[in-house]
């Protein structure tokens, strides 16, 4: 398991490298001049922007760029924003805690209420309740999350007053709920239906049928051999969907007007500060790869076949 463990971590080096570096590349590729656009529309002086360009490094070529990007990024640098002078690492420290906070709780209602809902579909497939679920899940796939924010907001927030239209700077747990459900809406309908497939093809399985003939309890069959088989591809998709849910609270963050990081990387791309683009993307690519990690630990935890040499 050692060995393995580090395997791993010496194959993320590559992998983080080569991620950080195309969306480095891709925010050097975009049209303009970012000191330029600082600027507006008032008169400038050339010799000023290119003094500017000189001192952020702008004027260097783009393997130098990122070079010194990731020397400074290990030293815990990750430069400077142009147009509010602060530093990038005090942006993420105060945006980052508040989209993990918010994927957090829809993970959570992702993992309960999804594996929860394809559960009790999956062990009575084409029942009533199978059908239901298939139906419900279709919905929210087909909806747009966007149009599933702004519906819940109107409803929530303003035929019911059961909650606020916006989240406070400084949300407490009732104020992320309502946008924690829109974000990890997506993510539980495909954790339902992946759930309900994957159990109701593990019941016709030969070693469901062994267990049952031994007479074992119907708990143990359900919860010890049925369920730890059928997680398996529950646990992949959901590793992957730690990441995917920090991605898409862009959307959400803009509805419910959190101040997060979704928010942080819409200012950003809007005012060219690449340094505070890559510096975000960098850290959700670390939490991809690490994410990832534990989902290929976890396997050998949910079925025993699997081992780690």
């Known amino acids: 398991m050692g060995r393995y463990v580090a395997r791993r971590l010496l194959q993320m080096i590559p992998v983080f490298i080569g991620s950080t570096f195309l969306i480095f590349a891709m925010m050097f590729a975009l049209p303009g001049d970012p000191v330029r656009a600082l600027m507006g529309d008032q008169a400038f002086d050339p010799l000023v922007v290119e003094a500017l360009r000189h001192e952020y490094g702008l004027d260097q070529p783009l393997w130098q760029q990122y070079g010194n990007y990731l020397l400074g990024m290990f030293q815990g640098d990750f430069g400077i924003e142009m147009g509010s002078q602060r530093p990038v690492a005090d942006i993420i420290a105060q945006a980052f805690p508040v989209t993990l906070q918010l994927t957090l709780f829809a993970f959570t209602f992702t993992v309960f209420i ?85 159990m109701a093809e593990n019941l016709r399985a030969d070693y469901m049928r062994t267990a049952v003939a031994k007479g074992l309890p119907r708990r143990r069959v359900v919860g010890v051999h049925l369920m730890r088989n059928s997680l398996v591809p529950v646990v992949t998709f959901l590793g992957t969907d730690i990441g995917n849910l920090m991605t898409g609270a862009i959307v959400t963050e803009g509805i419910f007007n959190v101040q997060g990081v979704g928010d942080a990387i819409f200012e950003a791309l809007t005012r060219r500060e690449g340094a505070t683009v890559v510096g975000i993307a960098s850290l959700i690519v670390l939490v991809f790869l690490l994410t990832s990690l534990l989902v290929d630990l976890l396997y050998a935890v949910l079925d025993p076949r699997i081992r780690y040499a």
């Not at 679920?133 to 519906?151: A, D, E, K, Q, R």
């Not at 819940?152 to 747990?173: G, I, K, R």
């Not at 974000?183 to 954790?191: E, I, K, N, Q």
Request: charged share 10%; glycine share 10%; aromatic share 10%.
């Open 114 to 198: 999804g594996i929860g809902l394809g559960v009790i579909a999956g062990l009575r497939p084409d029942s009533v309740r199978d059908r239901g679920l298939l139906t419900l899940t279709l919905i929210l796939i087909s909806m747009p999350s966007f149009v599933l924010g702004y519906l819940m907001q109107y409803m929530f927030a303003f035929q019911w007053n059961l909650t606020e239209p916006t989240v406070p700077l400084e949300p407490s747990f009732g104020d992320l709920l309502l946008p924690a459900i829109v974000l990890g809406s997506l993510s539980l309908a495909y954790v339902a239906r992946l759930t309900r497939t994957s």
